[in-house]
C-alpha cells in the first residue's frame, strides 16, 4: 500500500522536472532572452545544484522528524512551483522558478526510498523499490511527449505546466491522510532524534563503503542526467526530426527499456541476495556494465534506429543500478542514517550532474563531437563497475536492524 501510493507522486515528481526538455525550441522560442544552450544548460544546471545542496537536509529531517510529512510537504510544495513555471515571461524568472523547484523536490526521493525499506525487508526490497522507481520512468516517459503538447495550437507548454500542478496539489491532500510511517520505525524515534545532524554526517562520511557507493552512484550519473536533459535535442538536431518525435525517440523507448530492467534486475537481487549479501551490488554491476556500450553506441550511431537502439540497451542497464542503490545502502549503514545518507549521495551525484548539463552544451556551443563526449561518459561507467565490484567484497554479512540499533 505505501509503494502504490508513492507511486503517483514519483511519477508527478519526474513528469514536472522532465517535460522541460521536450519543450525546449517551444521555451526558448517564448522567452527570447534565454538565448543559447550555455543558457540553457545553466538553467538545467540550476535545478540540479539547488537540489543537489538541499538533498542532505532533506534526508536528515526525513530521519529525524518522519518520513510521511517531508513526502506531503515536498508534493505539494513543487507541485505549487510546477503551476507557476507556466506562468514565467523571462529566463530570470524561468532560473527562479527551477530554483524552487529543486528546493522543493529534494526533499522527497531520500524520504520515499527510506519509507519503503522501513516496510520491506530484505527478501523484497530491491522489487519494491524497482516498483517505484518504474513511476520516476513513466513520468519521464509522458514528459517526453510534452514536446507534442507544446507543439499544440489549443495546448502548449504553459497549459502543461499548469495541469501538472494542480493534480500534484490535489493529490497531496488524501496523501496527508493515507500515509503512515513503519510502525518499527516509530518506536525507534526516540533515539534517532538524540543524534545531531554532525555525528550522523560523520558516521556516514568515515565509512568507507559508503564513500565508494557514493563515487560509484555518481559516475555513472552523469552520462545519465545528460542522456535525459539533452537527448531530444540532440536527436532532433543529428536527424532533423520534429520537436515532438525526438522527445519520444529520446525517452519512450529507453523508458520502457528501464521498466523492464527494475522488473528484472530487482526480481534478480533479490534472488542473488538469498545465496550471498553481495547479489545486489553484483546485479548493480551487472547493469552499469551494460552503459558502457550502449554510451560509446549513442556516441556513434549513423541514424536515429541506432541511436533509439542503443539508448533502450541504456535504459535495461540503468533499471538494474537504480533499483539496488537504496537496498546497498540500507545494508552498510544503519536504518536511522538511510534517508541522510541518500541525500549525501544525491547531493554529490546531481551537483555533479548539473556540472556535466552545464559542460555538454559548452562543449556542443563549441562543436565538439558526440562520439567523444559521450566515449568519456562510458570510460567513467567502467570505473563504476569496478567500484561496484569492491563495495560487494567490503560488504558485511547482515544489516543492523532498529531493534539492534536501540539495545545499543
Same mark, same amino acid.
Given at each position: ?54 538533498? $542532505? ?34 529566463? /530570470?524568472?524561468?532560473?527562479? @522558478?527551477? @530554483? ?32 517505484? /522507481? ?39 491532500? $488524501? ?49 545519465? =542526467? ?104 540500507? /545494508?552498510?549503514?544503519? $536504518? ?53 565490484? =569492491?563495495?560487494?567484497?567490503?560488504? $558485511? ?12
Amino acid at each position: 500500500m505505501i509503494v502504490a501510493l508513492l507511486w503517483p507522486v514519483a511519477m508527478l515528481n519526474y513528469l514536472d522536472r522532465q517535460m522541460l526538455a521536450s519543450m525546449k525550441f517551444s521555451v526558448m522560442k517564448d522567452i527570447a532572452d534565454v538565448a543559447t544552450d550555455a543558457n540553457w544548460g545553466l538553467m538545467l544546471g540550476q535545478f540540479k545544484w539547488v537540489y543537489a545542496f538541499l538533498s $542532505p537536509l532533506g534526508g536528515f529531517i526525513a530521519d529525524r522528524f518522519g518520513r510521511r510529512t517531508t513526502i506531503v510537504c515536498s508534493l505539494f510544495a513543487w507541485s505549487a512551483v510546477t503551476w507557476m513555471t507556466g506562468n514565467v515571461t523571462t529566463y /530570470q524568472e524561468l532560473l527562479w @522558478t527551477r @530554483t524552487l523547484m529543486g528546493m522543493s523536490e529534494a526533499f522527497y526521493i531520500p524520504a520515499a526510498l527510506a519509507l519503503i525499506t522501513d516496510y520491506h525487508s530484505q527478501r523484497t526490497r530491491s522489487r519494491a523499490i524497482g516498483f517505484h /522507481q518504474t513511476a520516476i520512468y513513466v513520468g519521464m516517459m509522458a514528459g517526453g511527449f510534452g514536446g507534442y503538447v507544446a507543439d499544440a495550437q489549443d495546448l502548449g507548454w504553459r497549459f502543461a505546466f499548469h495541469a501538472a500542478g494542480i493534480v500534484g496539489i490535489l493529490y497531496s491532500l $488524501p496523501l496527508l491522510f493515507l500515509l503512515r510511517e513503519a510502525p518499527a520505525r516509530a518506536n525507534a524515534v526516540v533515539q534517532e532524534k538524540r543524534a545531531s545532524i554532525r555525528a550522523v554526517a560523520s558516521e556516514l562520511l568515515t565509512s568507507f563503503p559508503f564513500l565508494l557507493l557514493v563515487a560509484c552512484f555518481t559516475l555513472p550519473a552523469l552520462a545519465g =542526467w545528460v542522456v535525459r536533459d539533452w537527448m531530444p535535442a540532440i536527436l532532433k538536431k543529428e536527424f532533423g526530426i520534429g520537436q515532438g518525435m525526438a522527445g519520444v525517440s529520446a525517452t519512450l523507448y529507453t523508458t520502457i527499456a528501464m521498466l523492464i530492467g527494475v522488473v528484472i534486475g530487482g526480481w534478480l537481487a533479490d534472488r542473488w541476495s538469498r545465496r550471498t549479501p553481495r547479489g545486489r551490488a553484483y546485479t548493480s554491476a551487472v547493469g552499469i556494465a551494460l552503459l558502457v556500450p550502449a554510451l560509446f553506441g549513442v556516441g556513434n550511431a549513423g541514424t536515429l534506429t541506432i541511436a533509439v537502439t542503443f539508448l533502450a540497451l541504456f535504459g535495461l542497464g540503468w533499471g538494474f543500478f537504480d533499483c539496488n542503490n537504496m537496498p546497498i545502502l540500507s /545494508q552498510i549503514t544503519r $536504518p536511522h542514517l538511510r534517508a541522510t545518507g541518500y541525500g549525501i549521495m544525491n547531493f554529490v551525484s546531481i551537483s555533479c550532474g548539473g556540472l556535466a548539463d552545464l559542460g555538454f552544451g559548452m562543449m556542443r556551443d563549441a562543436g565538439q563531437p558526440l562520439n567523444l563526449i559521450f566515449g568519456a561518459f562510458a570510460a567513467l561507467a567502467l570505473v563504476a563497475v569496478g567500484l561496484m565490484i =569492491w563495495i560487494a567484497r567490503t560488504m $558485511p554479512i547482515r544489516e543492523i536492524t532498529d531493534s539492534q540499533v536501540l539495545q545499543q
